[in-house]
């Protein structure tokens, strides 16, 4: 029952690095979604994504970019990072959007990403 | 502005006490959801309440969606250890929106 796996778990970067997030489900959900989580803060969503092929943004889509190739991956980018994107970054699933099917949402365990 | 509220931020109490932790909104939802979060894991949905004044129990924990939809409430009775952790509301304003997360709650059950 892997339901929702992120690599890597932790990871270090330095100013202006680039880095790739993954994220995994083998549910077969249709929506995926990456969000950030800073203390205060509650949840953030920075992109998301109603299938394979499709993105779009969320509430703080600046400085990442995404991609959908699978079905089953959703990946997270950083082109240069800054130091404002340290944080917790949690990838979630489901089976439909917001409340249509009432269904919840699936989280992976975060990678925590610290920028020096 | 947040849309969803959540209070109080932080909490600690001792255990077998009981609790009532809030969330609320200006804005009318079509559904909330109440997830548990607990340190270095991903939020566990604990319950999704869709009618206006519904009432929820998941054993000691009761869940209720306020009769105008704009809030709700999770109260614990007999408060334990392993009910530490942080509680999210989410909800969305539409059916096919995307959920919005409120802050949470942090709880901490002393032993």
Redesign the interface.
Known sequence: NAG?TQTPKFRVLKTGQSMTLLCAQDMNHEYM?W?RQDP??????IH?SVGEGTTAK?EVPDGYNVSRLKKQNFLLGLESAAPSQTSVY?C?SSIG????S?Q??H????TRLSIL | TQLLEQSPQFLSIQEGENLTVYCNSSSVF??L?W?RQEP??????LV?V?TGGEVKKLKRLTFQFGDARKDSSLHITAAQPGDTGLY?C???L??????I????TRLHILP
């Open positions: 929702v979604y969000y205060g803060m509650g949840l953030r969503l998301y969320g949690f979630a959007q917001g409340l249509r009432n919840p949402q989280f992976g365990d975060g | 079509s559904s959801q997830y270095g894991e991903g939020p566990v949905l999704t869709v999210l989410a909800g969305a539409n059916r096919d929106d995307k959920i997360f409120g802050k949470g």
